[in-house]
């Protein structure tokens, strides 16, 4: 097999969607709730916030609305609510994550994809 051969092939394994996104998508909606803790605690939302306006996720009074809260717990609390309404644009939160060097919660999500922390009742 030719070098270019093999570049096809890998090109056509990785899936991308049609707003441009390579879909990388470490976290599935239904896995959302399990890891919210995680991601509010390590997700930068400005940035995730930026990248979601960008490819039309968050429209712009929705984003300016984030912006200018000035609590980051809440703003990450915002986008996760507003990403579990758009369940098609989990790829489009996995790339964000990515972009804004989230590296740790990316992490924990990929090393544990079956069975993220559950909220205890005692917390």
Same mark, same amino acid.
């Given at each position: ?5 093999? &570049? ?19 976290? /599935? ?5 399990? &890891? ?6 390590e997700m930068e939302p400005t940035p995730v916030g930026d990248i979601l306006y960008c ?25 996760? /609510? ?10 489009? &939160? ?22 993220g922390p559950l909220h205890s009742s005692g917390e």
């Open positions: 097999m030719s070098p270019s051969q093999i &570049f096809d092939k890998l090109n056509a394994a990785k899936s991308v969607q049609s707003d441009g996104i390579q879909q990388d998508v470490f976290l /599935t909606h239904d896995k959302l709730p399990h &890891f919210e803790r995680v991601l509010l605690e490819h039309a996720v968050l429209s712009s009074d929705e984003h300016d609305e984030i912006d200018e809260m000035s609590n980051k717990r809440e703003k990450a609390m915002k986008l996760l /609510t507003k990403i579990g309404q758009q369940p098609d644009k989990i790829a489009v &939160f996995c790339h964000a994550l990515e972009q804004s060097k989230c590296s740790r919660a990316v992490e924990y999500i990929r090393n544990n994809p079956s069975n």
